[in-house]
């Protein structure tokens, strides 16, 4: 089975500008997680979405953070407008009954 | 609320020689625990699981881990490192909450194999 896909890998912008990631999860996965992993640290969920519902945003800086997941299957992540603290690797996963399946993130670095 | 320790930033071992990886856990309910690697600039691999069963779980690469649940420990052991299995760790506990499965993962742990 094709794997998590997520674009861009890397992405350099200027703090206050706006940018987007995208996920495309395992088909039929109907759970799908953004993580946030800062260099040194363990991956933090920013959320989670059941089908296209969200299930758990607890931890989205919802300030500036958003996130959709049309129709069920692919997500986007935004930011806007970005802080230098938001440098990190954003991690897509999903799953099917718990265990996680994760892209290869997008690592995003803040200037 | 539910939470993963991973009590060593780094193990050393060296090449051949047993490996472990300390994991400890707290939830409320029944534990589904896993185990994941971080190689350099890649996303997280799964290696193996704990849902129910027996409580030694057998996984990728020959690693393995024991589910303890009087200890609430998942350590991570394999019997002879490899230098390729240089990496980072991930310990992660689910729950079920709400009709949803809640994911929680440790810091990290960086596993250094010396040659």
């Known amino acids: 089975e094709a794997g998590v896909a997520q674009s861009p890998r890397y992405k350099i912008i200027e703090k206050r500008q706006s940018v987007a990631f995208w996920c495309n999860p395992i088909?039929?996965?109907?759970?799908l997680y953004w993580y946030q992993q800062i260099l040194g640290q363990g991956p933090k969920l920013l959320i989670q979405?059941?089908?296209?519902?969200?299930?758990?945003d607890s931890q989205l800086p919802k300030d500036r953070f958003s996130a959709e997941r049309l129709k069920g299957v692919d997500s986007t992540l935004k930011i806007q407008p970005a802080k230098l603290e938001d440098s990190a690797v954003y991690l897509c996963a999903s799953s099917l009954g718990g265990q996680g399946h994760f892209g290869a993130g997008t690592r995003l670095s803040v200037l | 609320a539910q939470s993963v320790a991973q009590p060593e930033d780094q193990v050393n071992v060296a090449e051949g020689n047993p490996l472990t990886v300390k994991c400890t856990y707290s939830?409320?309910?029944?534990?589904?625990l896993f185990w994941y690697v971080q190689y350099p600039n890649r996303g997280l691999q799964f290696l193996l699981k704990?849902?129910?069963?027996?409580?030694l779980v057998k996984g990728s690469y020959g690693f393995e881990a024991e589910f303890n649940k009087s200890q609430t420990s998942f350590h991570l052991k394999k019997p002879s490192a490899l230098v390729s299995d240089s990496a980072l760790y991930f310990c992660?506990?689910?729950?079920?909450?709400?009709?949803?499965?809640?994911?929680?993962f440790g810091i990290g742990t960086k596993l250094q194999v010396i040659p």
């Open positions: 704990y849902i129910t069963g027996d409580n």
């Open positions: 939830v409320s309910g029944n534990p589904y």
């Open positions: 992660a506990v689910s729950s079920l909450r709400g009709g949803y499965q809640k994911v929680t």
């Open positions: 088909s039929g996965h109907a759970t």
């Open positions: 979405f059941q089908n296209n519902g969200v299930v758990d």
